[in-house]
């Protein structure tokens, strides 16, 4: 498919956005042009850029994502985000496209997208680069002492957010490199490396241990944030 998917980010939590985020990024038909922290912000987006889709929160300060997707052209759909259940039914009385209830696992992300791709009369995503039969490399490159240099993912045990910077704790070394936590996530496999916190990523067959506070790699205790917490563990249950 040619065209791409426009779609806007709305979410007064940073931290929501972040993930969502990193999902759009993995799926190529979609292209987020911009994401917004509250409803003023995205009615100055809709108006002046040309969107097919809102991933939306619904309890938002001042004007809600319901008062919001009552105000907007019925052309733009809409895919609901809430950590609340109770808003469903209004949702769906709105003709949303889909509902989805955080915390939101990247495969439930991709059943709303397909929702919207079957309504729209467009080709249904069945699979994504993220299994391990499909993955083109299993390294990556970053820019550290003023050259490119390689690392393997069976290498890193977590990656730590240091604001515009990060470092790469590996087997051999640590990497400082100048890029965000969000930018890098997208560039790893959802498969083999998952959120705990806003400043961790971990690569999931290097933990040894971990409760619903901590994980444990490489003698390391890592925390896990409420933010990241119910997603983390739901994913690391269906690993068992």
Same mark, same amino acid.
């Given at each position: 498919?040619? %065209?791409k998917i426009?779609? *806007? /980010?709305?979410?007064? !939590?940073? /931290?929501?956005?972040e993930i969502l985020t990193s999902f759009i990024a993995k799926v190529p038909v979609l292209h987020k042009v911009t994401e917004c922290s509250n409803a003023a !912000?995205?009615?100055e987006a809709i108006n002046t850029h040309t969107i097919d889709l809102l991933f939306l929160d619904i309890?938002?300060?001042e004007i809600s994502g319901l008062s919001l997707a009552k105000s907007i052209n019925k052309k733009c759909k809409i895919i609901f985000t809430t950590a609340y259940r109770e808003y469903a039914l209004d949702g769906f009385d709105l003709q949303a496209v889909d509902y989805l209830l955080k915390p939101i696992s990247f495969d439930r992300f991709l059943q709303g997208v397909n929702s919207f791709l079957n309504i729209s009369n467009q080709t249904l995503i069945t699979k994504t680069n993220e299994t391990p039969?499909? =993955? %083109?490399?299993?390294?990556?490159? /970053?820019r550290a002492n003023r050259k490119m240099v390689k690392i393997n993912f069976d290498e890193i045990f977590y990656i730590e957010s240091l604001s515009d910077y990060i470092k790469i704790h590996t087997t051999k070394e640590i990497i400082v490199t100048r890029e965000t &936590?969000?930018?890098i996530e997208t560039k790893l496999p959802s498969y083999r490396f998952i959120r705990s916190h806003r400043?961790? *990523?971990?690569? *999931?067959? %290097?933990i040894d241990s971990y409760t619903n506070e901590f994980i444990e790699i490489n003698n390391k205790a890592l925390p896990i944030s409420r933010s990241y917490k119910d997603l983390f563990l =739901? =994913? &690391?249950?269906?690993k068992k």
């Open positions: 498919m040619s %065209k426009n779609c *806007i /980010v709305i979410d007064d !939590e940073p /931290v929501a956005r !912000e995205a009615l309890n938002m300060p039969t499909n =993955t %083109k490399n299993d390294f990556i490159f /970053v &936590i969000s930018n400043s961790y *990523i971990i690569a *999931i067959s %290097k =739901t =994913t &690391i249950s269906s």
